[in-house]
């Protein structure tokens, strides 16, 4: 084990802390360094600076969360995967907002944080998998822009106003909104037309193997603008 993860590991839980009782602005150096009970440089030596801290919080933060909820494997049904997904993802909005609020809505020079990121690459592949079984009616990149800028959209909304006052429904109603705009009821039939059938040859260009580089590059362009003109 390396030297440094004992106490990278005691100042990101006692950032996480803090975070949880205080919000972003009790992650302070001071604060920080008192609860890890380690001296300021070791942080800047582990992390670089508050924002480095921060990264590391959010994403030690959003692994723990899956871990507690146990995420199930991959179903045969990508559409009930991707619901799944969307409750989750709004459900550490609702039970960690200073975490959610760090992961989706902290300024930073690079976009958003490594775990909303991560989260983003996830989304993306059940997106692919609903495309590969026939079952998305846009392109991938429109699907997976909808799905988290209103997944997004949803979260802080509801994290902003006090719980008492939330809409219960809100959440499942912006999701079955996006779902019915993004996907098909059921996989589509043998001959689904020119749009459906390019966003599916889309979602499994990258598995055809008799194409070089330049051919496969040639014909996503060709997919993706049959896969736009339905829209």
Do not use: C
Not at 18 to 24: F, T
Not at 169 to 194: F, M, Q
């Amino acid at each position: 084990m390396d030297e440094g993860d004992g106490p990278r590991a005691r100042i990101v839980e006692a950032a996480a802390r803090l975070l949880e009782d205080g919000g972003a602005e009790a992650v302070s150096t001071r604060a920080v360094s008192g609860a890890a009970g380690v001296q300021a440089p070791t942080i800047y030596r582990l992390f670089g600076d508050k924002a480095g801290l921060l990264d590391a919080v959010v994403s030690h933060g959003f692994e723990t969360y899956l871990a507690e909820k146990t995420v199930r494997e991959e179903s045969d049904d990508p559409v009930a995967d991707l619901r799944l997904g969307w409750d989750l993802h709004v459900g550490l909005a609702l039970e960690r907002p200073a975490l959610y609020t760090l992961m989706y809505a902290r300024p930073s020079g690079e976009g958003y944080s490594p775990a909303a990121r991560a989260a983003f690459a996830v989304l993306a592949t059940l997106v692919r998998r609903i495309a590969a079984a026939g079952r998305l009616r846009v392109p991938e990149g429109r699907a997976v822009g909808l799905v988290h800028s209103t997944g997004a959209g949803t979260a802080l909304s509801l994290i902003a106003v006090p719980p008492e006052k939330r809409d219960p429904g809100l959440s499942d109603a912006a999701r079955e909104a996006v779902i019915a705009a993004i996907t098909n009821d059921a996989p589509t039939a043998p001959e689904p037309g020119p749009v459906a059938a390019a966003v599916s040859l889309r979602a499994a260009l990258d598995d055809v193997e008799v194409l070089t580089d330049a051919e496969r590059a040639l014909l996503a362009e060709w997919l993706d603008r049959i896969g736009a003109s339905g829209r």
